[in-house]
């Protein structure tokens, strides 16, 4: 169980190339999951289906790629194998120390979480105020892989997007004006309209994205600059909220 959480935690944050460190918090509410990427263009707020009950109050996650590896080795993923949250008690308090891992045939490793300080300072909730959502749509394998081929060919040119709507068309934009530049169709028969053109990194929505490979994702777009993708793992909900660039 606690396993598979931490692979699908480590698989829509790490994966990405753009998050750095993780926070995870027990609330009345449930598990909650936080990150951002260092520029602060991409803020992930989640929850877990499930509540963690091994995670005591707050934890840190940086260094990704360590947990990553440690994850990824078969040893720790076989019957027997043990993966355990090590705490201590401080002024009271059960505080989450490290992840140990450890096989029946006695390797061991053992991942340190971050400290409270760092945990603060690197990964301070950010309040997001809310908005309306003046269109939601739901992509499909076809304009993923659309998605991907004109960024293939645009993206080391263009690295952003517009959305906007054309009747009751939502439409992508790559590229404007002089410039080379390609017009997409992305969703038909849409409620709502986008009229400002707003522009989103390509690159980061294509990646948040590609992680619904199995399972449902949603697009929100607002007239007021703001996207939210929204994918439902199985495991967790993560919501990734993009604010918009201006062209």
Not at 39 to 49: A, P
Not at 66 to 92: F, H, Q
Not at 149 to 156: Q, R, V
């Amino acid at each position: 169980m606690l396993r598979d959480v931490l692979l699908d935690i480590v698989k829509h944050t790490h994966s990405l190339g753009f998050i750095q460190a993780v926070k995870l918090e027990n609330t009345d509410d449930g598990t909650m999951v936080e990150a951002m990427d260092e520029e602060r263009t991409v803020v992930l707020k989640g929850k877990l289906n499930n509540k963690l009950e091994e995670v005591p109050g707050l934890i840190g996650m940086g260094r990704l790629s360590v947990l990553k590896g440690y994850l990824d080795y078969e040893g720790y993923g076989k019957d027997g194998a043990n993966i355990k949250v090590v705490t201590s008690t401080r002024d009271g308090k059960d505080v989450a120390e490290e992840l140990k891992f450890a096989t029946q045939s006695g390797y061991s490793s053992s991942y340190r979480f971050m400290v409270s300080s760092l945990i603060e300072e690197q990964l301070k909730t950010i309040k997001f105020k809310g908005v309306e959502w003046d269109i939601t749509v739901q992509p499909t394998a076809q304009n993923l892989k659309d998605l991907a081929y004109f960024n293939s060919i645009m993206g080391g040119f263009e690295p952003t997007f517009v959305a906007k709507t054309d009747g009751d068309t939502l439409k992508f934009y790559i590229g404007d004006g002089a410039n080379d530049r390609t017009e997409m169709p992305f969703a038909s028969n849409v409620q709502g309209k986008l009229t400002k053109g707003w522009a989103w990194p390509l690159a980061q929505v294509l990646g948040i994205l590609k992680l619904s490979d199995t399972s449902q994702a949603t697009m929100s777009f607002s007239d007021q600059g703001a996207m939210q993708i929204a994918i439902d793992s199985g495991i967790g909900k993560y919501e990734y909220i993009l604010p918009a660039r201006s062209q």
